[in-house]
């Protein structure tokens, strides 16, 4: 991951990615991915998102990792939350009711930092990684979750060779071979061509992909 890329991108205010509002395809797929009334989540790479505060606000103990201070300053300040804020390994650490935030490379996280997670909420994440870097991504990511975890994943296919990433196209084989020894199901998938506004770039087609995947217990 370009660590310099994402910093640029939010001190310069490019943050189209960021939504202000819960997405829809969490509120859409939130029984069916939570299940049960408590929860340990991650959101990794989280910006400022709303899903975060949404997610506190139902009672689950939720766990950001993003490596932007701005952006984190910006979730604070937009959320008022008044966090206590300290040092672990290479994290900075903001706590506060339901909700932590580690402020920090999501590649220097383990789980002898902030333990094992049952879900992640993956929206923003895997499309941020260009192909070489996915396998270490879904690697690191494995190593933080418990057995019988679930992730929400929203991934996008469109023409690579028309249009560089982020975010970027994930196919479905490749997913499949990321995720190997795990149950994926498909929830949806929709024509967004129109919404992500990406066909004037040559795009003809973008498919937005919402997957369930559980990993063995």
């Known amino acids: 991951m370009d660590r310099a890329f994402w910093l640029a991108r939010w001190e310069e205010g490019r943050i189209g990615f960021h939504r202000g509002e819960v997405h829809p395809d969490l509120r859409q797929f939130l029984d069916t991915w939570l299940d049960e009334p408590h929860h340990?989540?991650?959101?990794?790479?989280c910006g400022k998102t709303l899903d975060i505060p949404f997610l506190a606000g139902r009672g689950h103990e939720v766990t950001g990792v993003e490596i932007s201070p701005q952006a984190v300053a910006e979730l604070h300040r937009d959320q008022r939350l008044r966090a206590w804020v300290d040092?672990?390994?290479?994290?900075?650490v903001h706590s506060s009711p339901g909700i932590t935030i580690y402020e920090g490379d999501f590649f220097d996280l383990g789980p002898e930092l902030v333990g094992t997670f049952d879900r992640v909420w993956d929206r923003a994440a895997l499309v941020a990684m260009s192909p070489e870097h996915r396998p270490a991504y879904v690697a690191r990511l494995r190593t933080l979750l418990r057995p019988g975890a679930r992730i929400l994943l929203d991934t996008a296919a469109y023409e690579q060779d028309r249009m560089s990433g982020p975010p970027w196209s994930v196919p479905g084989e490749e997913l499949e071979s990321l995720y190997e020894g795990c149950t994926?199901?498909?929830?949806q998938e929709r024509e967004a061509i129109e919404e992500?506004?990406?066909?004037?770039?040559?795009?003809?087609?973008?498919?937005?992909?919402?997957?369930?995947?559980?990993?063995?217990?």
Not at 184 to 187: A, F, G, H, K, S
Not at 196 to 212: M, P, Y
């Open 184 to 187: 994926l199901e498909l929830l």
């Open 196 to 217: 992500v506004g990406f066909g004037a770039l040559g795009l003809s087609s973008w498919l937005a992909r919402t997957t369930l995947i559980r990993l063995p217990g």
């Open 87 to 92: 040092e672990d390994g290479p994290f900075k």
């Open 40 to 45: 340990r989540v991650l959101v990794p790479l």
